[in-house]
């Protein structure tokens, strides 16, 4: 059952769904191939079909077109990570909101310092000053993709903490939601959800507002690993076959396109359950996973003077793959250096920070 994925697994999953992530991220502004994630184009998948069937564009093709459902993958971690470990908890909202600010804001603000650093030698501090921060204050306080025009920040994938940052805020009404209806309620939920992003697209479009940023755009797979923590639930081939299905389906028709995502997440945890135990002997895997969260802080930022420089199929492959190599050089630094001053904290006596910092408290699914 889903319910028993445990820490080792989460790792995994994570690593998985960050690599592809990375290389989504690489991939999709070399090519003719683009995603159909915040916005659906049926000219794309024919696109994809014709760009895949050439060997020296494969890869490049299904990164470019699937990658970005990594985030699918975490979005699904963070709920069932706070309904393993949050669930009976009888702490203040804002206690709970400051626990997962200590977790997430002190590998978020290093980064941030960084680009700051770069963006100042390259553009000027006084730009950096009177642009970068203000759009960047409105990533940490979680409100940038409800506001017209900021729905992506100066880095883009940093939507993500607006997004996680809003999920927190929400919890505690989910969790009260799901105990007074249980799993039927979070269907109805889901479905309600997606009604209002069907409806309030158009008019929040035309602001630039996108809520396939917010929670209500991704309600499904918040609810789906809900369902997995808190319930029964074994995915059978009879359900990960169909899935695949309106996977496939919803990259080609509209209309099933909201489908797409949830059947990635299902078929996804399903090929997972079949290759766990081979996928839990990968100590590289696992060890990968830890550094999730600085690799995909980073990796936008990394990707740059790499892209710049990819001009052939052979050159992006080559560069795809010594750009997320950096990635990982640069998160594996910084995730230590938080540990080290962690460290020094706590032996000054100061209140020590957890040196895991992770998207979610996934990790303590075992606590």
Not at 111 to 138: D, K, S, T, Y
Not at 220 to 244: D, E, S, T, W
Not at 247 to 259: F, K, Q, T, V
Not at 340 to 347: D, I, N, W
């Amino acid at each position: 059952m889903l319910r028993e994925l445990d820490n080792r697994d989460s790792a995994i999953l994570k690593a998985l769904a960050i690599s592809a992530i990375v290389f989504h991220n690489f991939f999709h502004v070399l090519g003719p191939v683009h995603e159909n994630e915040f916005t659906f184009d049926s000219s794309r998948f024919p696109i994809f079909l014709a760009t895949v069937v050439h060997p020296s564009t494969t890869i490049q093709a299904l990164f470019a077109f699937f990658g970005h459902y990594g985030v699918q993958i975490f979005i699904f971690l963070s709920a069932y990570g706070l309904a393993k470990t949050h669930w009976n908890d009888t702490e203040t909202w804002s206690a709970f909101m400051l626990s997962r600010v200590k977790k997430l804001y002190p590998m978020f603000i290093l980064v941030m310092v960084f680009w700051a650093l770069l963006a100042a030698c390259h553009v000027g501090p006084l730009w950096v000053i009177e642009n970068a921060i203000p759009r960047l204050f409105l990533v940490l306080t979680g409100v940038s993709t409800l506001l017209p025009g900021q729905t992506f920040p100066i880095v883009g994938p940093w939507w993500f903490i607006a997004f996680i940052v809003q999920f927190y805020a929400m919890w505690p009404l989910l969790r009260k939601f799901t105990k007074r209806f249980g799993w039927h309620g979070l269907v109805v939920l889901s479905i309600a959800c997606y009604l209002i992003a069907y409806f309030a697209h158009p008019a929040l479009a035309q602001r630039s507002i996108m809520l396939g940023t917010t929670p209500i755009g991704r309600m499904r797979i918040i609810c789906l690993g809900i369902i997995a923590a808190r319930y029964p639930l074994r995915i059978k081939v009879a359900a990960a076959i169909p899935a695949l299905g309106f996977l496939i389906l919803g990259s080609e028709y509209r209309s099933l396109a909201p489908l797409a995502s949830l059947g990635f997440v299902i078929f996804a945890l399903w090929l997972y359950t079949k290759m766990r135990t081979l996928l839990r002997k990968c100590d590289l895997l696992a060890q990968l996973g830890t550094y999730s969260l600085g690799i995909f802080l980073l990796n936008g930022i990394v990707r740059i003077p790499f892209i710049m420089l990819a001009r052939t199929p052979d050159s992006q492959l080559v560069l795809g793959c010594a750009s997320a190599l950096v990635t990982l050089a640069l998160s594996v630094f910084f995730h230590h250096s938080l540990a080290t001053a962690e460290q020094f904290f706590l032996q000054r006596g100061a209140p020590a920070r957890p040196p895991r910092m992770v998207l979610d408290p996934v990790e303590s699914v075992a606590e």
